[in-house]
């Protein structure tokens, strides 16, 4: 086996091995990011966005086995909830952090 293999093998298997610890750091880089960004650039108090992100993460693990259908109205209700109350700025940023959660949910149960 060359180096070049060698070194792609050992790489795929500490992603393989360690996939969960590397989900749960980029849901906390994340979530750290859109904090920063709600809090410094739209004004939304840290106790909100905070809250906003536990029940962004919450929501996505009480929906994980529901049909597709069910996640489109979610974030239509969360966007339409943005505009309504002027916040769609904030709103987008929590429909991406729910996107990216159910994405790593997902691949979480194939892992």
């Not at 790489?11 to 091995?17: P, Q």
């Not at 339409?80 to 429909?95: H, K, P, S």
Request: charged content about 10%; some cysteine; aromatic content about 14%.
């Amino acid at each position: 086996m060359s180096n070049k293999k060698k070194k792609n093998h050992v790489r795929n298997k500490f992603i393989r091995d360690n996939f969960n610890l590397l989900a749960v750091i980029i849901f906390a880089i994340l979530s750290s990011a859109f904090i920063t960004i709600s809090y410094v650039l739209l004004a939304v108090p840290i106790f909100a966005c905070g809250a906003f992100v536990i029940l962004e993460a919450l929501l996505a693990i009480c929906l994980k086995k529901v049909p597709v259908f069910v996640h489109i109205f979610t974030i239509a209700f969360q966007i339409g909830l943005g505009i309504y109350f002027g916040a769609v700025v904030f709103v987008i940023l929590m429909v991406i952090l729910y996107l990216v959660s159910m994405f790593l949910l997902a691949v979480w149960d194939r892992a």
